[in-house]
């Protein structure tokens, strides 16, 4: 079949933040056509939300030559269930519960519609269209604000038996550890390999040596980021390293773990924190290594995304109508 005989088939893609709500329009080759962006909080009822959202929705369609093409709606979300299409307690959500969302936009939009929560959108996004095209083992870990995973095995996204799987940043790596700031469990894998956990790092080395000196140090402490720590550390601040050094062992010694448990082709990580690139590539891999048995070591990629982090949360999403579309054909 020729190109110009191809049908032009799209995906939408929707990102839903506790700030914003991002949409695309996009198209097999992971090119977004079209961006519409809301304010999340800014709607009080999950049912303005999905209104004001389907609006935007609508826009781009038009702009790309009307509904017809459009073969499916993919949604990430914070505590979003796949089985069901649910959104459920999401802690960063003005929305309380367990909210419909799919069947609410897929009965709006009359297209099909798949719902998942954001880390596990990212691991059909990276199977699709980046760095895991063609693997069939492999997790994704995104280290922002918090750390999200999605974990590929045979091919499948694991969602466990109610569509809740794949929480490994809030697996416990040092027992009795630092207390995570809104779950409340102690040593957990967010607590320290998550941009807030690196600033907390930070603060922490800064107060436990009051004389080393540190350029870090010219900004208040209940202020530090951890942006600070990569522009210091970038400078050659030796504190600054110091924390990607700690904070590259404690994602190591977890990757071990996760290793261990599922026996990934790759480990592709995403997010601001891999920017420090080998500053914190290079710490992890080594703690990952030393903490495998003889059979595991040597034989897992630990990689950064391919995907371009503006654009990645709506592909991720979209992602989700081929892989609905592939399922839905091998019934």
């Known amino acids: 079949m020729s190109m110009s005989k191809i049908p032009l088939e799209y995906a939408i893609g929707v990102d839903i933040g506790g700030t914003n709500t991002k949409c695309g329009i996009v198209n097999r080759r992971g090119e977004v056509l079209q961006y519409e962006a809301l304010s999340t909080p800014e709607y009080e009822t999950p049912q303005a939300f999905v209104d004001a959202m389907c609006v935007r929705l609508n826009l781009m369609i038009d702009k790309v030559g009307g509904d017809e093409l459009i073969k499916g709606i993919g949604i990430g979300a914070p505590n979003g269930n796949y089985y069901t299409g649910t959104i459920e307690y999401a802690p960063n959500l003005r929305w309380e519960g367990i909210v419909p969302l799919a069947d609410m936009v897929s009965e709006r939009m009359n297209l099909p519609t798949a719902l998942t929560n954001d880390a596990n959108a990212a691991a059909v996004g990276e ?15 995104t280290l ?8 590929v095995a045979n091919g499948q996204i694991i969602y466990g038996h109610d569509g809740f799987a794949g929480e490994l940043g809030h697996t416990i790596i040092r027992p009795g550890g630092r207390k995570h700031w809104s779950t409340d469990l102690y040593g957990s894998l967010e607590a320290y390999a998550s941009a807030t956990g690196v600033a907390v790092t ?44 700690f904070t590259g062992q404690i994602l190591g010694e977890s990757l071990a773990n996760f290793v261990m ?10 997010g601001g924190l891999i920017k420090a690139g080998k500053l914190i590539f290079e710490p992890t ?3 990952m290594e030393k903490n495998l048995l003889p059979i595991f070591k040597n034989k897992v990629k630990v990689i950064k995304s391919d995907l371009h982090e503006a654009d990645a949360a709506i592909l991720g999403a979209s992602a989700l109508v081929w892989e ?3 399922s839905h054909a091998s019934l």
Not at 144 to 151: A, F, P
């Open 127 to 141: 199977m699709q269209y980046g760095a895991a095209k063609g693997m069939r083992d492999f997790i994704t870990i």
């Open 144 to 151: 922002g604000t918090g750390v999200g995973s999605g974990i």
């Open 202 to 245: 930070a603060r922490e080395m800064l107060q436990k040596e009051p004389e080393k000196q540190s350029i870090l140090r010219k900004y208040q402490l209940e202020e530090l980021t951890s942006k600070n720590v990569f522009d210091c550390a970038m400078q050659g601040d030796e504190i600054s390293q110091e924390v990607y050094k």
């Open 261 to 270: 448990f599922s026996s990934p082709e790759a480990i592709i990580l995403f």
């Open 285 to 287: 891999i080594e703690h």
């Open 324 to 326: 609905m579309k592939q």
